[in-house]
């Protein structure tokens, strides 16, 4: 009796011991007998895991920033290489919006033509439709040759006069089947004739002087990404401005816990800024 009374009287310490001795790190139940330990054992626990959440999301931040950054740069060498061999003009790609308003006028001019043509009216605007095309790829032909630095030959320049010449003889022609008098078929086929005119024109000149869609949609890019880059570094500035706080807050309670204690001010003063500087400068 007395053997298992003993035997049982030392598995107490022993359990404690074990509960004590983790990975073979030693962990008072008590905090630990260190102020530091007792500090953030106590009031500073709080705190302390504010401080590991702020590092945590600092760290993620900064990688994101970083991210952002190299993202950022990659998209501005790539722009500045595509609008280095572009051969055309710098204005915005959204000009080339234009265009359709170009192309919706040469259909209805050339509708105007093409009534005398053919009977039914769904013929008609097929018609127009397909004249408008024919203008628009010439125009479009023209304006790449350009772009590419070829020479334009006349005969391009004679091809598209005649396009709108004859254009401009049906639509007098249909005006004046319809009743109009000769000055107002002329006048009418003359007006129609400039419209057509000046939309070729301004499709060719548009497709010119106007960015690529790649170039407008890397410009877009990289708008996009600078403000995304700018609103993490901004994210990542409040961050480390309440981490700063939160820490600095931890030193003046860990400084009135020292002089609660005892702890002579000059003392208390050194510990708690030291304290400060481990916790800055800890891993975890």
């Known amino acids: 009796m007395t053997q298992i009374d003993a035997g049982r009287a030392t598995d107490g310490p022993r359990r404690r011991r074990t509960r ?10 008590d ?8 500090f953030l054992a106590g009031p500073g626990k709080s705190l302390n895991r504010q401080v590991a959440e702020g590092k945590d999301r600092k760290a993620a931040l900064t990688v994101r920033e970083h991210e952002c950054r190299s ?4 998209a501005e060498e790539a722009a500045s290489a595509r609008q280095a061999h572009h ?3 710098d204005h915005t790609w959204l000009l ?31 018609l127009a439709a397909l004249a408008a095309a024919v203008g628009t790829g010439m125009a479009c032909a023209l304006a790449n040759r350009r772009l590419n630095r070829t020479h334009v030959p006349n005969s391009a320049r004679v091809l598209e006069g005649i396009f709108v010449g004859v254009l401009t003889a ?20 003359a007006l129609a004739a400039l419209i057509s005119a000046l939309a070729l024109l301004g499709i060719e000149e548009i497709l010119v002087e106007t960015q690529t869609f790649s170039i407008f949609a890397g410009v877009i890019r990289l708008s996009f990404l600078r403000w995304r880059c700018a609103r993490t570094a901004s994210r990542l500035e409040r961050t480390e401005a309440s981490l700063e706080s939160t820490v600095e807050r931890i030193q003046q309670l860990f400084l009135a816990f020292l002089l609660k204690e005892g702890s ?11 304290f400060k500087s481990a916790i800055v400068n800890s891993e975890d």
């Open 87 to 89: 051969c055309g003009g």
């Open 264 to 274: 002579p001010l000059k003392d208390a003063r050194c510990r708690a800024a030291a």
């Open 71 to 74: 993202a950022a740069d990659q």
């Open 31 to 38: 905090g630990g007998s260190s102020p530091e330990g007792r």
């Open 170 to 189: 049906l639509r007098y022609a249909s005006l004046h089947v319809q009743g109009a008098g000769l000055v107002a078929a002329a006048g009418g086929a």
């Open 20 to 29: 004590v001795e983790m990975n073979g790190r030693v962990r008072p139940a």
């Open 96 to 126: 080339r919006l234009i265009i359709v308003v170009a192309i919706v006028a040469e259909g209805m001019t050339a509708f105007v033509g093409m009534e005398i043509l053919v009977s039914s009216m769904l013929l008609a605007v097929g």
